[in-house]
């Protein structure tokens, strides 16, 4: 966005930390699984641990995107897991030749066939979810519920909607069109990525080439002088929910294509935990404010690629959360001392202000 | 030198911060039983100063004795120890704990390994009455006015340490006539009790009112310590600014001028507009290019007063009328539509958006009235707020830089341009001088009559009756929130002020 580039400023940006854990990361997996960075071709396309943290990630990349712009309007969603199981559970039923109890042979169910054509599968998915955010909208914006509370409640509903959904069961899905979004491949990359970077770039030129995105940081900063400038911050919350319902059923789809399932109970489990992480490593404050959708992405990346970096280095699953606690302290770790420099300069600043009187007050 | 009196002595105290020397050789004495008042524009270097006094920062060089021998004061908690207490300007109290616990935080007096509440809500009690204040100390601060927030932020820094020295931070600035009265009494019993006082503020009759003594600095250099008595209200102005100040005798001679356009052709006009609890129905017109003075105390409904017809609160009664047209829907959105614009009175909370960079907070209203779909591209952004900067004299480097940064003045003249992007009709400006050093100050009043000659119309509501007196054409006075008298601009001080409390 800027043109001068120089070294405060990159190191003020928001990228700078993330990138900073994501080198370190690589750094590590380069002096101990240097088989980590081996990238193969098998059947016409890319394989190998960094294109499985872009296509594994996918899901999770989409979810903060959405994240990052409700946190930065000073909320937090913590519906994004059940949502995604509430779109996975859409998809598979109307996949599944045969909905309900139906007693139905194993033959049926398992045939490589739909019932309902793959475009209007995709848009019921979507749609399920988009009502699943606009429904946190309005209890934030309209019923003026706190975000927290207001998600929680889907949170802990939308597992149980999941599943009378699907009808209590885990669904396999045998449709192979359908796993296209998770597994397919274009120019030798997974279809995720491409998604990922259709709803970034979207997402970006939607509140960065228009007013939202300075409403957006306007409303999560100071909500009464954004109201007072005649700005609705209602509308502003509605549509960032609206969007992370959105992006939540996006991954909930490619998710469910991916692992060729839906769980009510297990798809997109502590999603809204590694979402909110990831929005954090990229720089957003949760109380809201100035945000990076990039750097929410990269987050995102850093997360996966640390759980497959420890996957390669042999950890088993089932320790994984442990490690993964460390990599949240050590970020938070990061972000306070980042905390700290700033209410340092802040200090400098504060005095800097009581001198700018002066007319020669040098940049900061 | 060693004069048993000195409570506080400051000398050659310096601090330099990254490219900026905030204070330069500065010395400062405060005697036992003093009120000392510290005074200099915007950016003279108070702040700095009591924040070497109180801790946050570290001199450079110089030196600071605490009676006669030499200290460094190393953080606040220090400062309390050493018994130097202090109440900042934006006061930072809890507002959603109990006013008890907010004077006794950190200090809880404990049994049975739990706290006593019944003897901490006593002691609060104690601290308020030693101020001559009664109120419920089991109540949440936030529910009541910051004048009270204040009062209660001084006893917090008289109870909690055995303070020989009381710092206030522009304690006056949100308080009204009764309430500086009365903390001006507490402050004088506090001096005869020996405590030190250094008392910062803006408000020159006060300073005539109640101190002793008066330290002047200038761009963080000392200009010198002088008996009050001694001093005569030009010279000190004169001695704040470095130079001899007419702007303010200028102003009054253009009021005359403007005064004579005002033809009245009714831009607003309200009739009954009421809402319960908050202001008595009214009748209230506003011509174009007049300048509406609103004169009353605080909590005497002005600023409800604002709020309605900007459309934050919506009237129960009456009717509110813009160029003929009756509003209908109040709202900002609504009525900054309609052309009406509101610098409100709670700058920090309510104007600005700090982290904001000047460009986008002026950028915002008018970004605002166009909505989600009709974008003004960064370049556009930047030429207008290029433009409003050197308009409006905003001392910033560039157009980028954070708003929190700037000093109240220019904090003000950003949230000014904000509006006069949006060209309203009609702007209110609630206290719009409120916290602004005195150059600021002519700079704003003169614009205002500026824009009302280009035709605005112009709601202006200060508690300083002086301003309100020399730039209004007509003045409505409010009190307990009614309306309960009109004058026109030819009206004395005196006058104003026997009406606002009620005398005449």
Not at chain 2, 249 to 260: E, G
Not at chain 2, 296 to 306: I, K
Not at chain 2, 482 to 502: N, P
Request: overall charge neutral; proline content about 3%.
């Amino acid at each position: 966005m800027n043109n001068r580039i120089s070294f405060s400023r990159i190191r003020e940006s928001r990228l700078f930390w993330v990138l900073t854990a994501w080198a370190v990361i690589l750094g590590f997996n380069a002096l101990f699984v240097p088989e980590f960075f081996r990238i193969g071709i098998q059947d016409g396309h890319l394989y190998g641990n960094l294109i499985d943290v872009l296509n594994n990630g996918a899901p999770l990349m989409l979810v903060a995107i959405g994240m990052t712009l409700v946190i930065a309007t000073g909320g937090v969603d913590l519906s994004v897991g059940a949502v995604m199981a509430i779109s996975a559970a859409m998809g598979a039923v109307l996949i599944n030749p045969a909905p309900g109890d139906k007693l139905v042979s194993n033959e049926i169910l398992t045939r490589n066939a739909t019932n309902t054509p793959l475009a209007i599968i995709v848009i019921a998915t979507l749609a399920a979810g988009t009502l699943c955010g606009l429904w946190n909208g309005l209890l934030v914006s309209r019923a003026k519920i706190q975000p927290l509370v207001a998600t929680l409640i889907l949170m802990v509903a939308g597992r149980g909607i999941a599943q009378l959904i699907s009808n209590g069961q885990i669904i396999t899905i045998y449709y192979t069109p359908y796993f296209w979004f998770g597994n397919g491949y274009i120019l030798g990359l997974p279809v995720s990525i491409y998604i990922v970077a259709a709803v970034a770039i979207l997402a970006w030129v939607g509140v960065r080439k228009t007013p939202i995105g300075l409403f957006i940081e306007a409303v999560g900063l100071n909500p009464k002088a954004t109201y007072y400038s005649g700005i609705s911050a209602k509308n502003i919350q509605l549509l960032a929910y609206t969007f992370s319902g959105f992006c939540s059923a996006l991954a909930g789809l490619i998710l469910s294509s991916y692992v060729h399932s839906a769980d009510g109970n297990n798809n997109g489990l502590n999603y809204e935990l590694d979402a909110i992480l990831a929005v954090v490593m990229g720089g957003t404050m949760l109380s809201g404010g100035r945000f990076s959708l990039l750097a929410s992405v990269l987050g995102a990346i850093v997360i996966w690629t640390f759980t497959l970096s420890m996957y390669a280095l042999g950890v088993p699953a089932n320790a994984l959360l442990a490690g993964r606690a460390v990599l949240v302290l050590l970020v938070i770790l990061l972000y306070s001392d980042r905390r700290l420099i700033k209410r340092r300069s802040k200090n400098n600043q504060a005095a800097v202000q009581s001198q700018d009187e002066k007319p020669s007050l040098p940049h900061p | 030198m060693a004069d048993p009196q000195n409570l506080i002595t400051v000398s050659g105290v310096s601090k330099a911060f990254p490219g900026v020397i905030a204070l330069e050789g500065v010395e400062f004495t405060l005697r036992k039983g003093e009120i000392h008042a510290l005074m200099g524009e915007n950016g003279a270097g108070k702040s700095t100063l009591i924040k070497i006094l109180t801790g946050v920062e570290q001199p450079d060089t110089g030196r600071i004795e605490l009676e006669n021998s030499a200290i460094s004061i190393r953080s606040p908690q220090h400062a309390q120890d050493l018994g130097i207490s202090t109440v900042y300007q934006e006061i930072n109290l809890c507002t959603n704990i109990s006013v008890a616990e907010n004077i006794m935080l950190g200090h809880e007096p404990r049994r049975f390994g739990g706290i006593h509440w019944k003897k901490l809500n006593e002691l609060a009690r104690q601290a308020l009455a030693r101020l001559g204040i009664e109120l419920d100390v089991t109540q949440p601060l936030g529910i009541y006015s910051i004048a009270i927030q204040q009062m209660v932020a001084i006893a917090r820094a008289l109870a909690i340490a055995s303070a020989k020295v009381l710092i206030l931070d522009e304690p006056t600035s949100s308080l009204d006539a009764n309430e500086t009265a009365r903390l001006f009494a507490v402050m004088r019993s506090l001096k005869q009790a020996g405590i030190g006082i250094v008392f910062v503020t803006h408000f020159l009759d006060q300073v005539y009112e109640i101190v002793d003594r008066v330290t002047i600095l200038r761009n963080g250099r000392f200009v010198g310590s002088f008996e009050i008595a001694a001093l005569s209200r030009v010279e000190l102005v004169a001695k704040m600014l470095g130079r001899v100040v007419d702007e303010l005798q200028a102003l009054a001679h253009d009021k005359d001028n403007s005064a004579q356009q005002t033809d009245n052709n009714q831009l607003i006009k309200a009739s009954g507009l009421g809402l319960r609890g908050a202001l008595e129905p009214l009748d209230l017109t506003v011509g174009v290019g007049e300048v509406l003075g609103i004169a009353g105390l605080l909590g005497s409904g002005r600023t409800e007063l604002a709020s309605l017809l900007f459309g934050i609160a919506t009237p129960d009664s009456g009717s509110l009328v813009i160029d003929g047209q009756p509003v209908t829907r109040f709202s900002p959105q609504a009525l900054i539509k309609r052309g009406v614009a509101l610098c409100p009175e709670d700058r920090k909370a309510e104007g600005i958006v700090g982290e904001l960079s000047i460009r986008e907070n002026i950028i915002l209203g008018l970004q605002g009235r166009y909505g989600w779909f009709k974008f003004i591209g960064r370049q556009k952004q930047t030429e207008i707020a290029e433009k409003y900067i050197k308009l409006l004299g905003i001392r910033t480097p560039s157009p980028d830089q954070l708003v929190k940064n700037l000093s109240g003045g220019n904090q003000q003249k950003v949230i000014l341009a904000r509006w006069l992007v949006t060209q309203p009709r009609l702007l209110i400006l609630d206290e719009p001088t409120r916290g602004i050093d005195v150059g600021a100050k002519a700079e704003i009043q003169k614009l205002v009559l500026e824009l009302v000659k280009d035709g605005m119309s112009i709601v202006f509501i200060s508690s300083e009756l002086e301003e309100v007196v020399r730039i209004s054409d007509r003045i409505v006075v409010l009190r307990d929130h009614a309306k309960v008298a009109e004058y026109d601009h030819a009206v004395s001080d005196r006058t104003l002020m026997q009406t606002m409390a009620g005398e005449a």
